[in-house]
């Protein structure tokens, strides 16, 4: 897959089949466009393109919207983006100014000089330009004009839930990991650097990894314990994650992000680990006193042992 990021080095495209979306998660109405516009491209000799903005158009839009939580950081949308057969990724810079275009403009100033399209597909609810006043009904309008075709994705579902990036979002936000996973085809991960922490973990005979998230904008999934893959130099460990304010330890209302990797013991303060999210076990809980907590601790770790055999 060719990623281009911003407008300066593009090809000369020609014989397009383009589509746009910010593609939060690439979830399987996602992926359903992808091989749609690939099977499109394949049968007229042409080329699949995605258009996506980095950062998401709410970022920029809606400042004060400091709720918005994003299921993949750009560099997760590049890589799973690439999983798929897609060609050409053009990651286009999101503003206020970009924003304030006429669709109208939009469609032939941007879509049209840049891209070339000779087909544009698009999700059943796509809208573009300033005020959101753009729609398959004006894109089709435009095709007759700019010699291109519309095709529109129709809302994809499973068992009959209608999938979106929102869905997922809120799937996660309360542990329901599993049914996110099964929307996204794929399942949900973290990222980042491992950092010193208090080492109380080691103290009672389950050290963890302190996970530093870098991207403000990432979602963190409701608190609780999850079993997880835990991918460290290129190798794939059982870990007991653990999201949590530490009620029982320091209940200051700092959150945690810490992972204690089963039959496992070097040191890896520095590296940038990954954590591939498989199931909730159960929620936060402040325990009594400590020999509960460790109690409760042993017990996740047998669950987290049956559960990623």
Request: aromatic content about 8%; charged content about 25%; overall charge negative.
């Amino acid at each position: 897959m060719n990623v281009y990021k911003g407008l300066e080095h593009l090809p000369a495209f020609k014989n397009t089949v383009l589509t746009i979306g910010t593609y939060d998660g690439v979830h399987i109405g996602h992926q359903a466009i992808i091989h749609r516009i690939n099977e499109l491209a394949e049968n007229i000799h042409g080329q699949s393109v995605v258009l996506t903005f980095d950062p998401h158009p709410r970022l920029v839009l809606q400042k004060g919207d400091k709720d918005l939580k994003l299921i993949s950081t750009i560099e997760e949308k590049i890589e799973l983006l690439g999983q798929f057969g897609l060609q050409n990724l053009v990651i286009t810079p999101f503003s206020t100014e970009f924003a304030s275009m006429e669709a109208e403009e939009y469609v032939e100033d941007f879509l049209v000089n840049n891209f070339h399209p000779s087909i544009i597909v698009i999700g059943y609810d796509h809208k573009f330009g300033k005020g959101r006043k753009g729609d398959i009904t004006l894109l089709k309008s435009l095709g007759k004009k700019f010699n291109y075709t519309v095709e529109e994705i129709s809302v994809q579902t499973i068992n009959e839930i209608s999938v979106s990036s929102t869905k997922v979002r809120d799937a996660l936000s309360i542990g329901h990991v599993e049914d996110a996973n099964s929307w996204l085809a794929h399942p949900f991960t973290l990222e980042g650097e491992v950092i010193h922490g208090d080492k109380i973990g080691r103290t009672i005979g389950f050290p963890t990894a302190n996970i530093l998230i870098k991207d403000p904008h990432k979602l963190i999934p409701a608190l609780g314990v999850y079993a997880a893959w835990v991918e460290v130099n290129g190798e794939r460990l059982k870990g007991a994650l653990s999201i949590s304010k530490r009620p029982t330890i320091k209940d200051n209302g700092e959150l945690r992000v810490e992972v204690y990797i089963l039959d496992f013991d070097r040191e890896i303060y520095g590296e940038n680990i990954k954590l591939i999210f498989q199931n909730f076990i159960r929620t936060d809980i402040k325990f009594d006193n400590m020999q509960d907590m460790i109690s409760q601790i042993h017990k996740d770790v047998e669950t987290v042992r049956h559960l990623l055999k």
